[in-house]
């Protein structure tokens, strides 16, 4: 059984940065990508950032330049480095990540962190 957990997430006020992390850990798998997502209240998730196994990254227009996503395969972990944050960067983060086991590609969620910026 593959986890994905994430960690990170607080308060903060508009402005500041927190970093995300999520790891990844269970079954013997390998990595194609994992992402971040958020879900703000009334809102429908949506793609922050995401990275490739071998480090291509791709953002969201709205985070573009702000926050930054770097992978380490060794670890198995993606981190979220978020500045200047802004109030509607408020949501719950999840992470997710296409995995290959047994040659079978899944998709796995995280169960989602908390960020909160004051203004």
């Known amino acids: 059984q593959v986890q994905l957990v994430e960690s990170g997430g607080g308060l903060v006020q508009a402005g500041g940065s927190l970093r995300l992390s999520c790891a990844a850990s269970?079954?013997?798998?390998?990595?194609?990508?994992m992402g971040w997502y958020r879900q703000a209240p009334g809102k429908r998730r949506e793609l922050v950032a995401s990275?490739?196994?071998?480090?291509?990254?791709n953002y969201a227009d709205s985070v573009n330049g702000r926050f930054t996503i770097s992978i380490d395969n060794a670890q198995n972990t993606v981190y979220l480095q978020m500045n200047t944050l802004k109030p509607d960067d408020t949501a719950v983060y999840y992470c997710?990540?296409?995995?290959?086991?047994?040659?079978?590609?899944?998709?796995?969620w995280g169960q989602g962190t908390h960020v909160t910026v004051s203004s």
């Open positions: 997710n990540s296409h995995l290959t086991i047994s040659r079978y590609k899944y998709l796995y």
């Open positions: 269970g079954s013997i798998f390998s990595i194609n990508d």
């Open positions: 990275i490739t196994s071998g480090g291509t990254p």
